[in-house]
């Protein structure tokens, strides 16, 4: 019979052979990092129990971040907006980011409160809050966010439909911009900025919008930004690079191009999340083409020495749209987005994603929540 660890050191051969076989096959040409492919972040995930995360009945939820609050309670920010609206496009003009508590990380998480409600629209952020994105500096809690506004009341169940043309949502998509706000707890009260923390450059590949923060906190105390953006034909979502010495800003690019894989022109991610372990940079994101992972809309993985130039892992899937479950069951999910990680002394536990049933497509979901998928310990 075979010990333990010769066992377990042929299936990580095997793995680290399956995941060769799969490159070559499939995206050849792709920039690569050299972490081993039998430490991939895919390996590492377990299955999810159906009732973990936050879900509700009567609204569409979306993005979540989880953070531990000071007496050990576990606290989900997540967008929602009601279901009396379709959830797309009407995300860009109803999403507002609200608080959920749980006991436990997988949860199931209970509503607490909003966060970030309408303030008006001659706020940056006064119409629509969402891509929330928490984390603790010091004794402050810092959510980051994307903020937007918009001319005319906001839509409801009686207001006419809006689609891809329409002037309010051009308008809504448009104005989306990134900010923060602080709270000396998860519960609050949270003070917003009445300015974004990062701006739209005419004329560059990132002059239409900035979203989809993905900040990480240096050891310097100084905050790493990721964030999406696109031209003015909405063509291609790339993310761009910046950099604070405080999480108030001021924010500074750190290079003027977007962040590149290959010549690709078919390339299109967003939904970033980024961590910092072993002097290195990691980032998850939501592949949108499949152009990286072999999967439309699975999870891309990448990592960088200095936060500024990426190369994208040996394996580059983090994760599939197809779930597997706690009670043995798998299903492909229609959305698997937003990953975002629960981090433990520096180490990611969990991976937290925003998920919708349906084959595919937002129009054809009838539920969205956000699910918790543990992690096995990293070796």
């Not at 979306?62 to 000071?70: F, L, N, T």
């Not at 506004?149 to 911009?177: C, F, K």
């Not at 949108?288 to 990592?303: L, N, P």
Request: with cysteine; proline share 8%.
């Amino acid at each position: 019979m075979k010990s333990l660890a010769s066992t377990r050191t042929s299936r990580r051969q095997l793995r680290a052979l399956l995941g060769a076989v799969w490159l070559v096959a499939g995206v050849a040409g792709l920039a690569v990092g050299n972490a081993d492919a039998a430490d991939a972040f895919i390996d590492r995930l377990q299955p999810a129990n159906k009732d973990s995360g936050y879900q509700r009945d009567d609204a569409w939820v979306w993005c979540g971040s989880i953070i531990q609050g000071p007496a050990g309670r576990w606290h989900m920010f997540a967008s929602t907006w009601t279901k009396d609206v379709a959830f797309t496009p009407n995300w860009l003009t109803n999403s507002r980011v609200v608080r959920a508590v749980a006991d436990h990380p997988e949860g199931p998480y209970t509503y607490a409160g909003e966060v970030l409600p309408p303030r008006g629209g001659d706020y940056w952020d006064g119409k629509m809050t969402h891509n929330p994105s928490v984390m603790k500096v010091g004794d402050t809690y810092v959510l980051f966010y994307t903020g937007s506004t918009y001319d005319g009341p906001t839509p409801n169940a009686t207001t006419p439909p809006l689609n891809r043309e329409s002037p309010m949502r051009l308008q809504a998509r448009a104005n989306q911009r990134i900010g923060i706000a602080t709270a000396p707890h998860p519960a609050g009260p949270w003070l917003r900025r009445d300015r974004p923390i990062i701006a739209p450059r005419p004329g560059q590949w990132d002059a239409l919008l900035t979203t989809n923060p993905a900040p990480c906190l240096r050891p310097d105390g100084s905050i790493l930004l990721l964030y999406k953006s696109t031209t003015d034909d909405r063509s291609r979502l790339q993310y761009g690079v910046a950099l604070a010495t405080q999480f108030d800003g001021p924010y500074e690019r750190l290079r003027e191009d977007p962040i590149q894989w290959n010549e690709d022109p078919k390339i299109s991610y967003e939904d970033a999340f980024v961590w910092r372990k072993d002097d290195k940079y990691h980032v998850i994101f939501n592949d949108m083409t499949g152009r990286i992972t072999g999967e439309d809309h699975a999870g891309g993985y990448a990592e960088s020495a200095n936060g500024i130039d990426w190369v994208l892992g040996q394996n580059p899937k983090a994760y599939s749209r197809t779930v597997r479950w706690s009670d043995g069951t798998s299903t492909i999910q229609g959305s698997l987005e937003r990953p975002q990680l629960i981090l433990q002394n520096g180490h990611p536990t969990h991976l937290v994603c925003a998920t919708a049933d349906g084959p595919g497509g937002f129009s054809r979901a009838s539920h969205t929540w956000n699910i918790v998928i543990p992690l096995a310990p990293e070796d």
